[in-house]
């Protein structure tokens, strides 16, 4: 079982910067795949970004947001730059035992954080 707890969200102004924080529970964070996914209202919810086991990260919003992990803090980062107002939405942290980008196969999910940017 993993317990996941994101942090970080909020108001911020168009051009600007946030990094969301998902701190996981358990001794076994570091063999999981980590992934970010985000939600708006009467959407589904669409993969952000992913890290490995080993490190290895992709993420749809290219050259704006980047994914990391801390495996001694048992905790991975997003962070989001150049903020759009289309970027608002309630971003959520999930993890998986395998390399997966695909929603539906993540094994547990945090409750969510919202983040809204203003124009």
């Known amino acids: 079982q993993v317990q996941l707890v994101e942090s970080g969200g909020g108001l911020v102004q168009a051009g600007g910067s946030l990094r969301l924080s998902c701190a996981a529970s358990g001794r076994t964070f570091s063999s999981y795949t980590m992934g ?21 990260a992709t993420s749809s919003v290219k050259g704006r947001f980047t994914i990391s992990r801390d495996n001694a803090k048992n905790t991975v980062y997003l962070q989001m730059n150049s903020l759009k107002p289309e970027d608002t939405a309630v971003y959520y942290c999930a993890a998986a035992t395998r390399w997966v980008i695909s929603e539906e196969k993540y094994d547990y999910w945090g409750q969510g954080t919202q983040v809204t940017v203003s124009s």
């Not at 996914?37 to 290895?56: L, N």
Request: net charge positive; aromatic share 14%.
């Open 36 to 56: 970010w996914f985000r939600q708006t209202p009467g959407k589904e919810r669409a993969f952000v970004a992913a890290i490995s086991r080993s490190g290895t």
